[in-house]
């Protein structure tokens, strides 16, 4: 049974953070482990095919999500603070059938563009091909287990949505990997490891989404109105061009390596933007747990309590990830070496994301606080600016540099759109979240 809402609001942010980071330290523990393992079974070049096609399902999931799922987070948490029950779950059950809806129109678009294309349908097997069989099934699964993530998220039902989506899904992937190399089964390759991916996704978002609507207020709610769709719609928008926008910062990276380079080296760059994410392990835990509650002290008008929170938790987010920056550092070759002795080649590209990672880090949890206190239009352009940059700038590192150029590219932009939401953060809110200003002010 889950926690009643009114007991979990008294849970301290600190309480929740350690628990979000616990479960995102065993995640990433598994994930790690996960991915040493079907590279290991299936190979470089089988791996490299399935982040090709898995990159490819999360720009359509992403964009077929158009927002929504991030927007639930504070719709769902202001809905909840003004006792709107009857309109919260009519906005769960809407936010469902449009983001499906949305998804598979993509997935259409994308499978006639690439077979107009190829002039055929292509070999499942080939990139194309695996991205096709991606749109189809793997975003659906993606963009549902996003929205129902971030559903039990605002509801503070955090060991649903990181126990289960960070933990479970990695034991899934692990068994079901197991399980095909212990039966000496000879068709691990990229696609037979996507559709093992997709299968652990869809299980865990089918548990997220029983738990989540058994646990929203119950009503005598009716259908939503296509006015009130619209609406919401609306609202998502802007959060799709931040949030959505900087989750495709991460996929059109490899897409571009995958242009631009041999497919081994999408696995390659996979394994260094997923190791050099560990930096900011302390601030993604935060973010979760601090977005629901800027929200609600937002709605509050409650100033004071969004810059307590910010000085709050800054030390811990600092001083942890310089802690993990460090280690990476130290350690990344030993660790590249697991997946295979080309893998060590990835070390440089992993240090300068691994800075990128950092320096957000020191800036808190700025884009978080924007994007819960009504400000997600303004981010959104600083967002779409820095995207466009780094695709342009990513390109040309790719041709000049190789996967380093790639690294290099999203590193700055990386800093740029950081020290831009800092700012805004000052004039906006009167609030600078930025390890700078709590240096400078000694508290």
């Known amino acids: 049974m889950p926690l009643p809402l009114s007991f979990l609001d008294r849970l301290p942010l600190a309480r929740g953070a350690v628990l979000v980071f616990a479960t995102q330290i065993a995640g990433v523990i598994l994930a790690y482990l996960a991915q040493i393992l079907m590279v290991r079974w299936a190979g470089a070049e089988a791996f490299g095919l399935f982040s090709m096609a898995f990159a490819s399902a999360s720009v359509l999931a ?38 499906l809806v949305s ?26 091909g695996a991205t096709l069989l991606g749109s189809w099934i793997t975003a659906p699964a993606l963009v549902l287990f996003t ?3 971030n559903v039990c998220r605002a509801q503070h039902q955090f060991l649903t949505a990181y126990g289960l989506g960070r933990v479970g899904r990695q034991l899934l992937i692990i068994g079901g990997t197991g399980a095909i190399a212990y039966l ?19 299980v865990i978002s089918i548990i997220q989404r029983t738990h989540a609507r058994t646990s929203l207020p119950h009503s005598n709610a009716d259908g939503s109105s296509p006015a009130e769709v619209r609406g919401w719609i609306r609202f998502a928008l802007p959060f799709f061009f ?41 601030l993604a835990a935060v973010n979760t747990v601090a ?26 987010i600092t001083s942890l990830s310089t802690a993990a920056f460090l280690i990476l550092a130290a350690s990344g070759p030993f660790l590249l070496s697991f997946f295979a002795p080309s893998f060590q080649n990835s070390y440089v590209p992993l240090l300068i994301l691994a800075g990128g990672h950092l320096f957000s880090a020191c800036c808190g ?35 000049l540099y190789g996967l380093v150029g790639a690294a290099v590219a999203s590193a700055v932009c990386m800093v740029g759109w950081n020290v831009a939401f800092v700012r805004l953060a000052r004039q906006r809110l009167g609030v600078d979240p930025s390890l700078l200003a709590l240096l400078s002010t000694g508290r």
């Open 184 to 202: 000496h089964v000879r068709w691990l390759d990229g696609v037979a490891l996507l559709l093992m991916v997709t299968g652990s996704i869809f």
């Open 365 to 399: 949890p700025v884009d978080t606080l924007l994007y819960m206190t009504g400000h997600q239009r303004t981010a959104a352009r600083i967002i779409v600016t820095s995207v466009a940059a780094n695709l342009l700038l990513s390109v040309a590192g790719l041709l």
């Open 291 to 316: 977005a629901p509650r800027f929200a609600a002290d937002h709605v509050q008008g409650n100033a004071d309590a969004l810059r307590k929170t910010i000085r709050r938790v800054l030390p811990w």
């Open 103 to 128: 998804t598979l129109g993509l997935a259409l678009l994308a499978t006639a563009g690439i077979v107009i294309y190829h002039g055929a349908w292509p070999a499942l097997s080939s990139p194309a």
């Open 242 to 282: 931040t949030h959505g926008f900087f989750a495709l910062f991460r996929q059109t990276d490899l897409l571009l390596v995958g242009l631009f380079a041999p497919v081994e080296d999408v696995g390659h760059y996979r394994i260094a933007m997923n190791t050099a994410a560990g930096v900011s392990f302390v």
């Open 62 to 99: 992403i964009t077929g999500g158009i927002g929504l799922p991030d927007a639930l987070v504070r719709l769902v948490s202001e809905y909840r603070v003004n006792e709107e029950l009857a309109t919260l779950r009519r906005l769960v059950s809407a936010s469902e059938r449009v983001v």
């Open 147 to 149: 929205l129902y993530t």
